[in-house]
């Protein structure tokens, strides 16, 4: 079976770090591409950021480029997220999903409707909180 385990969430303050982890089984890890998803409370879920198959390319909403840096060991079959600079609006239960190709299904701004198809697992999601 696919599975897909998000970690790594937790309380922050502004300002400061973390890093989540998706580990990833039941598949060839190495043939596709990665992406993390957040749905902030009452919010719609929006794509975050997409990481290739090698590596070789990455993706990143306008929200969070130059503060969250995606990377993967395909070793480990573990994709991470390193947040630095971290906001209160950053706050929302984050999901990585396993793309339908090696190539991130990627377009700026996507709505939540559009981006979800270019993905068919998803892992459980984990609860990051920025506040003081």
């Known amino acids: 079976d696919v599975q897909l385990q998000a970690s790594g969430g937790g309380l922050v303050q502004p300002g400061g770090s973390l890093r989540l982890s998706c580990e990833a089984s039941g598949f060839i890890y190495d043939d596709y591409a990665i992406g993390w998803f957040r749905q902030a409370p009452g919010k719609e879920r929006e794509q975050v950021s997409c990481i290739s198959n090698s590596g070789g390319s990455t993706y990143y909403e306008d929200s969070v480029k130059g503060r969250f840096t995606i990377s993967r060991d395909n070793v480990k079959n573990t994709v991470y997220l390193q947040m630095n600079s971290l906001k209160p609006e950053d706050t929302a239960v984050y999901y990585c999903?396993?793309?339908?190709?090696?190539?991130?299904?990627?377009?700026?701004?996507?709505?939540?409707?559009?981006?979800?198809?270019?993905?068919?697992?998803w892992g459980q999601g984990t609860l990051v909180t920025v506040s003081s």
């Open positions: 999903a396993k793309a339908r190709t090696f190539n991130c299904p990627w377009m700026y701004g996507s709505t939540w409707s559009s981006a979800r198809l270019g993905y068919d697992y």
